[in-house]
């Protein structure tokens, strides 16, 4: 799954993203189905939709879930070859929409492992460990460096947007939300998913925005978009960019099974 996520951001962008063509999956109007759904297989997408659907309509549902699509399929493929790849040297690492190259080195004596980055990931690890244990440390390791960076720019945006309209979070935390991007808690304390320093930055903005202003307004009404979009005027850039690619973010740098 990491390799699929690390090649949608290689050939993909928020202004163009992967569309699907009516080639690319099946199918099945029915009788009997009530709303569309998508059915996901290794060799196969199928879209199955009630039988009066108009196209239109089919062709906007499909789009809407293709990025979701195309990351369980790869997610099937990953598993059936035997899951993720190594963290190893050549490996190629997201970090805020961009990639870099990955070196592991064994420093003899070194306890724990380290993350330097220089426009290149170089983790370095005690010499001796077995493979699942280096893989295990070089994967920890980089959430750890990946937390932190994300931490940083948290507070920096919600500095420069807290002030103008008086939107001030009693805490942050960087979390590991499995389904959510973030959240404003009710005494007003921010969570942030860490994927999204993977992430190009304006994506990331937005989601800090996007809860800076249920500070304001606990709910998605239009009052609460119109303060999101004074704040972030191309919100919707970002929202749709995270719709699209959010599936290949979530499952990027999996903790082993």
């Not at 196969?44 to 369980?72: T, Y």
């Not at 507070?155 to 959240?183: C, E, F, N, Y």
């Not at 007003?188 to 999204?196: A, P, Q």
């Amino acid at each position: 799954m990491l390799d699929a996520f690390l090649r949608s951001l290689r050939n993909r962008s928020p202004q163009a993203p992967e569309q699907p063509s009516d080639g690319t999956y099946r199918l099945r109007r029915s009788a009997r189905a009530k709303r569309a759904r998508i059915s996901v297989y290794h060799d196969r997408i199928e879209v199955v939709v009630p039988q009066g659907m108009p196209a239109a309509q089919l062709q906007a549902f499909v789009a809407d879930h293709w990025q979701w699509a195309l990351g369980k399929q790869a997610e099937l493929a990953a598993r059936a070859g035997g899951g993720e790849p190594a963290l190893a040297d050549g490996a190629s690492l997201p970090f805020q929409g961009e990639h870099f190259p990955l070196t592991v080195v064994e420093q003899a004596g070194q306890r724990g492992g380290r993350v330097a980055f220089d426009r290149h990931f170089r983790v370095s690890v005690p010499g001796g460990l077995a493979a699942d244990a280096r893989q295990a440390l070089v994967r920890d390791k980089l959430e750890a460096w990946y937390r932190r960076q994300v931490a940083d720019h948290t507070r920096r945006m919600v500095q420069h947007h807290a002030v103008r309209h008086g939107l001030h979070p009693r805490s942050i935390a960087v979390r590991d939300q499995k389904t959510r991007w973030g959240s404003c808690g009710p005494r007003g304390d921010i969570n942030i998913n860490w994927r999204l320093i993977l992430a190009p930055p304006p994506v990331l903005e937005y989601v800090v925005v996007h809860e800076l202003c249920h500070l304001r307004h606990r709910n998605h009404a239009k009052p609460f978009w119109d303060l999101v979009e004074d704040h972030l005027p191309q919100y919707r850039e970002q929202r749709r960019w995270l719709k699209q690619h959010g599936h290949a973010l979530m499952a990027a740098l999996p903790k082993p099974r």
